[in-house]
T-cell receptor, first 114, second 112 residues
Framework: GDSVTQMEGPVTLSEEAFLTINCTYT??????LFWYVQYPGEGLQLLLKATKADDKGSNKGFEATYRKETTSFHLEKGSVQVSDSAVYFC?????????????FGKGTTLSVSS | GAGVSQSPSNKVTEKGKDVELRCDPI?????LYWYRQSLGQGLEFLIYFQGNSAPDKSGLPSDRFSAERTGGSVSTLTIQRTQQEDSAVYLCASSRRGDTQYFGPGTRLTVL
């Protein structure tokens, strides 16, 4: 079945460091890809998404490009801030048809220190 | 409404008791999803509603779990005869048909 694999955490960085969180997927068809973020004590928030190959999703300085050839959707940010400390989840859904459940990776905890 | 709301935010119950968790989706969102977040299993899909019907119940872990949705809006997830392994955060999400899912803050369930 479909699955998502993301790098194990925790990831610990200093402020202004470059961030990469790796995510690869296995899916039939042409899934949509997502990054969700969960700040301490809060619910899941959509960070960015991409719905087809070579699309780049971006938000709040974060970017991820849908790479069909490598089945990847790595999350990057050029300069992290303390406020970026959170758990990041990579996810896919099987397509734009209604009712497709999200399949999540196990989450990567990011801790940024000043 | 402004976002997906869930109640209660926390629920502590004794093993063997029944619990009901409530979800209010974003107004106009016809699709509603329940997920469970636990330390051991990560984020798991439980059930999906389109309107009041549930075409996909494949994620419900046992027959102790059930859910309903009325008026195409509010949904209730019921867990009967709770077990300690049911302890988790239960998340609800809603979307327009085929669109991005937006999540509520979750209900933290603790079974003693």
């Amino acid at each position: 079945g479909d699955s998502v694999t993301q790098m194990e955490g925790p990831v610990t960085l200093s402020e202004e460091a470059f961030l990469t969180i790796n995510c690869t997927y296995t899916a039939t068809g042409y899934p949509s890809l997502f990054w969700y973020v969960q700040y301490p004590g809060e619910g899941l928030q959509l960070l960015l998404k991409a719905t087809k190959a070579d699309d780049k999703g971006s938000n709040k300085g974060f970017e991820a490009t849908y790479r069909k050839e490598t089945t990847s959707f790595h999350l990057e940010k050029g300069s992290v801030q303390v406020s970026d400390s959170a758990v990041y989840f990579c996810a896919l859904s099987g397509g734009n048809q209604a009712g497709t459940a999200l399949i999540f990776g196990k989450g990567t905890t990011l801790s940024v220190s000043s | 409404g402004a976002g997906v709301s869930q109640s209660p935010s926390n629920k502590v119950t004794e093993k063997g008791k029944d619990v009901e968790l409530r979800c209010d989706p974003i107004s106009g969102h016809t699709a509603l999803y329940w997920y469970r977040q636990s330390l051991g299993q990560g984020l798991e899909f439980l059930i999906y509603f389109q309107g009041n019907s549930a075409p996909d119940k494949s994620g419900l872990p046992s027959d102790r779990f059930s859910a309903e949705r009325t008026g195409g809006s509010v949904s209730t997830l019921t867990i009967q005869r709770t077990q300690q392994e049911d302890s988790a955060v239960y998340l609800c999400a809603s979307s327009r048909r085929g669109d991005t899912q937006y999540f509520g803050p979750g209900t933290r369930l603790t079974v003693l």
